[in-house]
């Protein structure tokens, strides 16, 4: 099992602030995915990433793969109450997913 | 994206019982996950599941304790097998995303489960 490290574990800011959230491993894989949980229920597609160097934005989110496919970001922009939520990514490798510990965040009105 | 899902959506169980778990797909997948979530903590690998083939099961997972089954391309079900209170859990399927997918996976709603 190839391990994928997030950080920060807890992330707690004030509504209009900004995060980044990070994903590193020591592994390559051929695509990396964001999911966003949210109590009661499952992860939900954000994006999928695959080439290296690669930057995909989702309005006020902004996801980079790292250039050797070992690691990424998620930058949220100007962050809302409605951002809360645990954030997991998850390499692929064989079309088998494997999770970092996710980082919990909170964005306070 | 595919519709997932899940029955029941949670459970409360006595340790010694078992309990199956269905996964029901609104379009026809070739692959087909069970994955384990326990409290606080992030999602873990327990089978893959084609229709046709035996289940493929992770480090650390048996199938005398996760069976599966996958009888079409549109449903599967994972049993838990002899519960015991480390069982509690949120068990969650996914199906992978077709073809040029990149390997994306969707997800079911889970099944919340706590074993006394």
């Known amino acids: 099992t190839q391990l994928l490290e997030q950080s920060p574990q807890f992330l707690s800011i004030q509504e209009g602030e900004n995060l980044t959230v990070y994903c590193n491993s020591s592994?390559?894989?051929?695509?990396l995915q964001w999911y966003r949980q949210e109590p009661g229920e499952g992860p939900v597609l954000l994006v999928t990433?695959?080439?290296?160097?690669e930057v995909k934005k989702l309005k006020r989110l902004t996801f980079q793969f790292g250039d050797a496919r070992k690691d990424s970001s998620l930058h949220i922009t100007a962050a809302q109450p409605g951002d809360t939520g645990l954030y997991l990514c998850?390499?692929?490798?064989?079309?088998?997913?494997?999770f970092g510990a996710g980082t919990t965040v909170t964005v306070r009105a | 994206s595919a519709v997932i899902s899940q029955k029941p959506s949670r459970d409360i169980c006595q340790r010694g019982t078992s309990l199956t778990i269905q996964c029901q797909v609104d379009?026809?997948?070739?692959?087909m996950f069970w994955y384990r979530q326990q409290p606080g903590q992030s999602l873990t690998l327990i089978a893959t599941?084609?229709?046709?083939?035996?289940?493929?099961?992770e480090s650390g997972f048996v199938i005398d304790k996760f069976p599966i089954s996958r009888p079409n391309l549109t449903f599967s079900t994972l049993t838990v097998s002899n519960m015991s209170p480390e069982d509690s859990s949120i068990y969650l399927c996914?199906?992978?995303?077709?073809?040029?997918?990149?390997?994306?996976?969707?997800f079911g709603p889970g099944t919340r489960l706590l074993v006394l």
């Open positions: 599941a084609n229709q046709g083939s035996e289940a493929t099961y």
């Open positions: 996914s199906v992978e995303g077709g073809v040029d997918s990149q390997e994306t996976q969707y």
């Open positions: 990433v695959v080439t290296g160097g």
């Open positions: 998850a390499g692929a490798e064989d079309y088998k997913l494997s």
């Open positions: 379009s026809q997948v070739t692959m």
């Open positions: 592994s390559v894989f051929s695509s």
